[in-house]
């Protein structure tokens, strides 16, 4: 069964960029999306934005100026860029697999999250 | 964008008890709502979609209903293992949101 697995740094310090990666593994990335996910702590999950594998993104427009979503397919990879990082960006990020339900796509998937700290 | 509000906060429940979650949505979303359970420290899990259909080995004692603009997830009777956090989530339109969550408590 898919499996997915965030990788990146921990901690980043405020006005970098945080660069995260998904790797799939366990079935295929065609076909498919693929979305990131936030959460700080104790609180409610948010979306960040979502790509298809041929590379058609959706952002959230709270985030749209800062985010990048990219797709390697050759890696069974994509990526999550997010700059001018602030303690307010500090959560559990998630990467997640759609699945096709007919009329919409819903997350059926989900990446372990990786905790990603914004501090100097 | 829609905003999903749930209800209660919190419920507290002994097993075996019927568990009943709501989720109002702002404006709505036709059936297209999503819940999901959150165990602590754990990546949120899909239990129902599209408000009604159960996901791939989702146990039937849960069970989504609802349309428009209310809904609810029904856990007829509560194993001590539904402790978690449940959220809903809309798909209806962009950018897709979620509830503040509803903390189930099993006494």
């Known amino acids: 069964q898919v499996q997915l697995q965030e990788s990146g740094p921990g901690l980043v310090k405020p006005s970098e960029t945080l660069s995260l990666t998904c790797s799939v593994s366990?079935?295929?990335?065609?076909?498919?999306?693929w979305g990131w996910f936030r959460q700080p702590h104790g609180k409610e999950l948010q979306w960040i934005g979502w790509i298809y594998f041929s590379g058609n993104t959706n952002y959230n427009p709270s985030l749209k100026s800062r985010v990048t979503i990219s797709v390697d397919t050759s890696k069974d990879q994509y990526s999550l860029k997010l700059t001018s990082m602030t303690a307010a960006d500090t959560a559990v990020y998630y990467c997640?697999?759609?699945?096709?339900?007919?009329?919409?796509?819903?997350?059926?998937?989900w990446g372990n999250g990786t905790t990603v700290t914004v501090s100097s | 964008e829609i905003v999903l509000t749930q209800s209660p906060a919190t419920l507290s429940l002994s097993p075996g008890e019927r568990a009943t979650l709501s989720c109002r949505a702002s404006?709505?979303?036709?059936?297209?709502l999503a819940w999901y359970q959150q165990k602590p420290g754990q990546a949120p899990r899909l239990l129902i979609y599209?408000?009604?259909k159960r996901a791939t080995g989702i146990p039937a004692r849960f069970s989504g209903s609802g349309s428009g603009t209310d809904f609810s997830l029904t856990i007829s009777s509560l194993e001590p293992e539904d402790l978690a956090v449940y959220y809903c989530q809309q798909r209806d339109t962009a950018p897709e949101t979620f509830g503040q969550g509803t903390k189930v408590e099993v006494k």
């Open positions: 599209d408000a009604s």
């Open positions: 404006q709505s979303v036709s059936n297209f």
């Open positions: 997640a697999r759609y699945f096709d339900a007919g009329r919409r796509n819903y997350v059926d998937v």
């Open positions: 366990g079935g295929s990335i065609y076909n498919y999306y």
